[in-house]
């Protein structure tokens, strides 16, 4: 975001390198990674940067702006 871009979604990578670490830890206890569930990202991270939108005159809906997680000024 820091580079400029204008919106970003995507998984809150503090959570699954929390969960990595954890399966990590029942790999080195002896657990089969075959029998380990396969898991997929269940928070997911918005991102809209209000700095870009100006510099390209593009009006943010106030909807997109309070489904964000974080908005950049």
């Keep these: 975001m820091d580079a ?3 919106l970003s979604c995507g998984a809150a990578y503090p959570i699954i ?3 990595v670490a954890e399966y ?5 206890q ?3 990674p075959s029998e380990l ?3 997929q990202p269940n928070v997911v ?3 809209t940067n209000l700095k870009t939108a100006r ?3 593009v009006n943010v ?3 997109i702006l309070l489904r964000s997680d974080e908005v950049l000024e």
Excluded: F, M
């Excluded at 990590?24 to 080195?28: D, E, G, L, P």
């Design 4 to 6: 400029g871009r204008l």
């Design 17 to 19: 390198y929390s969960r």
């Design 24 to 28: 990590v830890h029942r790999i080195a």
């Design 30 to 32: 002896g657990a089969k």
């Design 37 to 39: 569930p396969v898991e």
């Design 45 to 47: 991270r918005r991102l």
């Design 55 to 57: 510099a390209l005159g």
């Design 61 to 63: 809906p106030q909807t």
